[in-house]
């Protein structure tokens, strides 16, 4: 069935042995949209991001990327090329600078030519900010820039999309603020972003819209602003509540 | 006959059978990689039979020592009708023996590359074969060169048992000379001498290795571990 959403996940169930982690999990991402999925966790936030490039299968649903249908695609490869992932440990190959690591997608991968891929490279990696830090090995740089890094190697690989799984769960509050930056310059540029992170200040400044889950189910979804003022669910202002009153409001 | 002239006399008797201890430090280390890399591979990758089975395999043979596996090649296997020339015997228990613990130091090696960035090459569009050739094994190869030069150490002291079986190397040439000039010290000093020397230069030459192909973060910082 053809549609006009870039993303579009119908039904998606996913089991780890016998535990059902995801309950039928539905939703929809339109070109230049950042939804942003919040919620306790072990709720299966991570496994749908997960699910949607089959680093882990999923257990029952469809998937599909624009008009083509990718859960069961044969040409995966192909597929992950248009989808952006950046990991909560960020992933980085430790044999390569920066640059190599932003590199290697497009060469490797694209076939790109090692000329036009280091100037890509080069230029994405501006575009965070490391321009400086080309040279440097991940053992060289800080989490906040190892994760610009991650940020820099899907951006180059001009994915449709970018999905973050918890981008800024391993850095400490002063780094936290770098890569959330950059995430925000993204979203402002109109880069379609489909985000797990416990950052209520980013989520609620940056997203289109929040979805909130708990248990493998969506509990509640709309406007960031809603949710966090006036959501219909006793369960959302408890968890959004909660967090405010623990963290603040703004974004570090 | 003053020591310098008894150790000039035995000199060539004793390159000879370091010539031949080289060779088996050669066949045995080849064997070790060709063996323990599949080893390695089926443990990280294969299905649990395979696990099982190459799990039985090390097992065994980091079990029975190795002067027991070469006396079994030796004269144990003719009695079931299977007679290998000792050369060979010699480099196939060293080899196999060797394989065992080569395939824990790629496995270790390969393992601690990390998962994280598997999954990173597959997110980008790598195959599994393009993500180990490109991504974990540059860093495993680094990750295990120190190890490697320990192994390969122990290698080459360790076919000093072939002259059990004997196989005419460095050892047995000297024992053919102590047994014509009764010099046993100085004859087996100047033995040991030879194997220092030997294990010098193997540990150098991959330590230069390692230096060379030295990334910041990889393996262990400030050089490899110089273990004899």
Known sequence: MPTKHLLRIEDLHHSFENEEVLKGISLALDKGETKVIVGPSGTGKSTILNNIIRLVPPTKGKIYLEDTEITSAKNINEIRQQIGFVFQDFGLFNHLTAKGNVMIGLTKVKKMNKKEAEELALFELERVGLENYADSYPSQLSGGQKQRVGIARALAMQPKLILFDEPTSALDPELTGEVLKVMRNLAEEGMTMLVVTHEMGFARSVADELIFMEGGNIVEQGDPEKLFTNPDHKRTKEFLFQLTDLYGEGEN | ?228
């Open chain 2, 1 to 228: 006959m003053n020591n310098l002239e008894l150790i000039k006399n035995a000199l060539p008797y004793l390159l000879e059978g370091t010539l031949v201890t080289i060779q088996l430090t050669f066949w045995s280390l080849l064997i070790g990689i060709v063996v323990g890399l599949p080893i390695a591979f089926a443990q990280v990758y294969g299905n649990k039979i395979l696990q099982g089975v190459v799990a039985v395999y090390e097992r065994l043979a980091r079990s029975i020592p190795l002067l027991v596996m070469l006396l079994l090649l030796n004269y144990g296997l003719p009695m079931l009708g299977l007679r290998i020339p000792i050369f060979r015997a010699a480099v196939i228990g060293i080899g196999l023996r060797s394989a065992a613990y080569q395939s824990q130091i790629y496995r270790g090696a390969i393992q601690s590359v990390g998962g994280s960035q598997m999954k990173a090459a597959r997110s980008l569009g790598m195959s599994k074969m393009k993500a180990f050739f490109y991504i974990i094994a540059p860093q495993a190869i680094r990750i295990a060169i120190p190890p490697v030069a320990n192994e390969s150490a122990i290698v080459l002291k360790d076919t000093s048992l072939a002259f059990t079986i004997g196989v005419v190397e460095l050892l047995r040439q000297g024992e053919y000379f102590i047994a014509t000039s009764n010099e046993p010290m100085v004859i087996y000093l100047t033995i040991a001498a030879i194997y220092f020397i030997l294990t010098t230069i193997v540990n150098g030459g991959l330590s230069l290795f390692e230096k060379k192909y030295q990334i910041p973060g990889i393996g262990i910082e400030g050089g490899h571990s110089d273990a004899y």
